[in-house]
């Protein structure tokens, strides 16, 4: 017996370790090649491809051409499975690649059938277009097939790539679109349902248009608007079936999906040059979303001189995405404006397969989708089309409706964002903005010559008939989108006389522009607030003072709460309950900031939160009522009518459990302190880094969480919060962050999470994570050469 467990035992230990070998020689197989010669197939002429120190490769060329295909390689060897599931996530395809766990998903984005639509978006490209997007295509599958084995997590899963194609590249554009913008129009929904169910004076309080946080570039702030007397909307006089058995309200997080972009005119720049920053804050995840790049090739259209643009690139498409090219500098924001639309449908009565349009009644145009689905059956999906788009859902009242949305529409996107590559000047690269196909962004660029501009990067649609706020019927002629607003009439601003720009999701215009852009549920001010003083702060500023600036993690949000508390906290109150007294001591030394070491900020915080949730909880009560899934996050700009009632205490809007509000403030304050004390340590432990450690995952360990010691970026406690330029969140952040003078980029900074490889054995892998977490002046420029990759022409 003792022989036989002594050879299983060595047995079993010789398989361990060759599993342990046979995995590390897998893992090795699918290394990118950064050193040597490989023959590129369609080259024209010889491409070199030099890496620094942290991966960023300088690809130099004879053509745009040969660029692309380049870079098509190196994206693959480098970002193929991140590729796929961004190509994979906008065409409902990643059941097939990961299991039943996606069929959820896949269902939501195969509605739009957006496959489809790509091969429309291709068929309108450009003869140029279209053979970069060629050129670009046979580089990802030349780099991939380079590999000695299929990446690393195709193994895992049991799985083999599936070669890139064409209309690839617009559907990993299509994955940008449903990151940025509400293909769903949740926010419309939500606020016909509460328009529907609340007394109108309310719901218009509660939907205010704006705050005193409000920082536009044009235009004023928009007021709250005033609170409903008791005569109209009273709490204690409504059902109390409305209150009961209904689930609180929720709101979400405090976080809003966008970035930061601003820039300062050449007379307020040190060194007298126009200067621009962008952090675009994203999900978090390992790799991360940019992949930076430098392109060097002749400029066709200026004889003997180079293009050369740096910046990042978005794995899967041919063109850098924001950055520089020596004469302009470029980024973005999300823009937040009405890019979709719920219509409302007239159906036959006796015969629901038909809805009523402008020209009649017209059958609706059924498509069967097939989700494949690893090791399951196929699910089949019926897709039900309109004129306007497919069915989505049905409403409040049981009408249907259709959604309409603009990455729907082959028209709404294309390729020419590429040629902001060859952009000479701030009109050039307005014009290419204004043209571009992509998710409507806050453009902001600035000039060699001293010129900084905003306006809309993405189509805009032209709309009459209806109030684009809300759902609608558009049957009838003349309802509906008309079209696309003509380059020439965006909305700009050029040089304006602070000589200063700043966007960060919040409205940025009034009057006629915003009206061009409508509103998709902007953020509230208070971030644009904080970046605009910043800016007014000081005359003249260097690349450091723009990058402490995007840093920026002062409470300047929550002040006005924290004083609140204060207030509130007094002795008699304080002499209430017995733990309220170390509440008030942890809020009077705050700090002032979202940092780690910060227990006051996260009271101060969590106290916030918990109000709103009561608050807002009884407000919408009604709504709650006809659908659970109503909650507050939808009322974007909460915060004025939130502090309206905490400040002015109407007892018509006070929720009947509490006698007054400062009895509500004190249960919140006690709600929080109970939540958090710990027997052992009561607040001691409770710091902003504590909640706010940032955990940056490689999507498998997400699902195999024992993959994270060896793929995840390690945990960080870091500074930042919404509401403050330096917004951070467990999983959200800025993807980026660039400052830089186009012309003088060697004096320009970039930072980034995690590395610019998703090969985990890669030196590339983790080394640009270290200066992202520390806020460190990294250099936007490429360093000196590391290793060296020559392309020769195949045959």
Not at 5 to 27: D, N, P, Q
Not at 686 to 695: I, L
Not at 779 to 792: A, D, K, V
Request: glycine share 10%; hydrophobic share 45%.
């Amino acid at each position: 017996m003792r022989r036989i467990i002594v050879r299983a035992g060595t047995v079993a230990a010789i398989m361990a370790v060759l599993l342990v070998l046979g995995s590390y020689a897998f893992l090795r197989g699918s290394a990118p090649v950064l050193d040597g010669t490989l023959q590129l197939a369609g080259l024209n002429a010889p491409v070199i491809v030099n890496r620094d120190g942290l991966g960023v490769p300088t690809i130099s060329a004879a053509s745009r051409l040969d660029a692309v295909r380049a870079l098509g390689f190196l994206h693959a060897q480098d970002r193929f499975f991140q590729m796929d599931l961004l190509r994979r996530l906008a065409a409902g395809e990643l059941a097939e690649l990961v299991g039943p766990a996606a069929v959820r998903v896949d269902e939501q984005h195969r509605l739009f059938r957006l496959r489809a639509v790509a091969r429309g978006v291709l068929a309108q490209a450009t003869p140029e277009q279209r053979t970069l997007i060629d050129a670009y295509t046979a580089g990802v599958n030349a780099g991939l097939h380079a590999l000695r084995t299929r990446p690393f997590e195709y193994g895992i899963l049991m799985q083999r790539p599936r070669l890139w194609r064409p209309e690839d590249s617009v559907l990993v554009i299509f994955a940008m679109y449903f990151d940025l913008q509400d293909a769903d129009d949740r926010r419309e929904s939500e606020l016909a349902l509460m328009r529907d169910t609340l007394p109108a004076p309310l719901f218009v309080f509660l939907h205010a248009q704006g705050t005193q946080w409000d920082a536009p570039l044009t235009g004023k702030p928009f007021g709250t608007p005033p609170i409903p007397g008791g005569d109209v909307v009273d709490l204690r006089r409504w059902p109390a079936a409305d209150f009961a058995a209904v689930p609180a309200a929720s709101g979400g997080s405090l976080q809003v999906e966008g970035s930061n972009n601003f820039a300062v005119a050449a007379v307020h720049s040190v060194d007298g040059h126009a200067m621009f920053a962008n952090d675009m804050h994203l999900g978090l995840q390992v790799p991360n979303i940019w992949y930076r790049a430098q392109l060097s090739y002749p400029d066709p259209a200026r004889p003997r001189q180079l293009v050369s643009v740096n910046g990042v690139t978005l794995p899967g498409v041919p063109m850098i995405v924001a950055g520089s090219n020596g004469h302009v500098a470029w980024g973005y924001t999300n823009s937040y404006g009405d890019w979709v639309d719920l219509v409302m449908l007239h159906t036959k009565s006796g015969d629901p397969d038909y809805y009523l349009t402008p020209g009649g009644w017209r059958a609706f145009v059924h498509h069967k989708e097939i989700i494949r689905v690893a090791g399951r059956k196929n699910v089949v999906l019926d897709v039900r089309d309109t004129i306007w788009g497919p069915v989505l859902d049905e409403d409040h009242n049981g009408v249907p409706r259709a959604v309409h949305w603009v990455a729907a529409d082959p028209a709404a996107t294309n390729l020419e964002l590429g040629s902001m590559e060859v952009a000479v000047d701030l009109t050039a690269a307005m014009a290419v903005a204004n043209r571009a196909g992509m998710p409507e962004q806050n453009f902001v660029a600035v000039d060699a010559a001293g010129n900084i501009g905003w306006s809309i990067a993405g189509r805009i649609p032209r709309r009459q008939g209806y109030d684009p706020e809300f759902p609608a019927y558009w049957d009838k002629p003349g309802s509906g989108w008309i079209g696309w607003l003509p380059p020439d009439k965006y909305p700009r601003i050029i040089n304006p006389a602070g000589g200063r720009l700043w966007t960060a999701n919040a409205r940025v215009v009034d009057g006629d522009m915003l009206k061009q852009i409508g509103d998709g549920g902007y953020d509230l001010g208070a971030r644009a607030q904080q970046l605009r003083d910043d800016l007014l702060a000081h005359d003249r500023f260097a690349p450091a003072d723009m990058l402490a600036i995007e840093l920026d993690d002062r409470a300047v949000f929550l002040g006005r709460w924290r004083s609140l508390l204060l207030r509130l906290l007094d002795a008699d109150n304080l002499a209430k309950h017995p733990r309220r007294a170390g509440f008030r001591h942890y809020i009077e030394d705050w700090g002032g900031r979202a940092a780690v070491d910060s227990v006051g900020y996260r009271l101060v915080r969590t106290f916030r939160l918990q109000v709103e949730q009561t608050v807002f909880s009884a407000l919408l009560a009604p709504c709650r009522k006809v659908d659970p899934r109503c909650g507050f996050r939808q009322l974007s700009q909460r915060e004025g009518p939130l502090w309206a009632l905490v400040t002015q205490q109407p007892v018509n809007l006070l929720d009947p459990e509490y006698a007054s509000w400062d009895d509500l403030l004190l249960a919140a304050v006690d709600q929080v302190n109970d939540g958090l004390w710990q027997a052992q340590t009561g607040l001691t432990t409770r710091t902003w880094g504590a909640h706010n450690t940032v955990r940056i995952r490689q999507p498998l360990s997400r699902a195999l969480p024992f993959l994270g010691r060896w793929l995840d970026m390690a945990p960080v406690q870091l500074p930042g919060d919404s509401n403050m330029p330096r917004v951070q969140g467990v999983d959200f952040g800025a993807s980026e962050r660039m400052v830089v003078e186009p012309g003088h980029e060697h004096g320009g900074i970039f930072e980034m999470p995690a590395g610019q490889s998703g090969y985990p054995l890669s030196p590339f892998y983790r080394n640009s994570e270290s200066a992202w977490e520390q806020g460190e002046a990294a250099p936007f420029l490429p360093g000196p050469p590391q290793h060296t990759l020559r392309f020769q022409p195949a045959g």
